[in-house]
């Protein structure tokens, strides 16, 4: 397993802000993605992010209003832009380990924002 | 698209209770399923997970489940839950090697 940490756990913003969150895993990783969890709802998957690239964005989700960083293997960033109170929700970071198998995914402990 | 259905939003049961909770994809191809679980306050765990071999498989905390190719489901069972198995429980599926995609969770509460 790893250890991952993400910064902020949680955070209250005003509308109109915007907010980084860092992801940190202590072990080598070859995937690394950003998934979101809106109240009562399941996780829906933002995007993964690529080493010294651009991130791949799912349906849905645009670079302007998430953009990604990804400098190293063990190191990514979120930011949520231009935020909403739609923006509300528990943001995760997931990864593969390096010599795990794609889609056996462990999870950060999540950041919960909230958005005036 | 592909999708992944877990029919029980909500479900309540007592402690000794035996557990199914039902999850359902859609066709395309090999799949690779796996349970997580969410604890109140904590992240996602990983409960159990299917690649290959024999389709029943054993996760932590006494918890099963099949997959049952011809009815594209993946059933998690437990005989008797526990007070402490009240979590959320969510099914996942990838196709060939693809992203995860989640289905819409399971709330359990196990009353004591």
Known sequence: ?116 | AQSVSQHNHHVILSEAASLELGCNYSYGGTVNLFWYVQYPGQHLQLLLKYFSGDPLVKGIKGFEAEFIKSKFSFNLRKPSVQWSDTAEYFCAVSWAGNMLTFGGGTRLMVKP
């Open chain 1, 1 to 116: 397993s790893a250890v991952i940490s993400q910064k902020p756990s949680r955070d209250i913003c005003q509308r109109g802000t915007s907010l980084t969150i860092q992801c940190q895993v202590d072990s080598q990783v070859t995937m690394m993605f950003w998934y979101r969890q809106q109240p009562g709802q399941s996780l829906t998957l933002i995007a993964t992010a690529n080493q010294g690239s651009e991130a791949t964005y799912e349906s849905g989700f645009v670079i302007d209003k998430f953009p990604i960083s990804r400098p190293n293997l063990t190191f990514s960033t979120l930011t949520v832009s231009n935020m909403s109170p739609e923006d509300s929700s528990i943001y995760l970071c997931s990864v593969v380990l390096a010599g795990g198998i794609t889609g056996e995914l462990f999870f950060g402990e999540g950041s919960r924002l909230t958005v005036l």
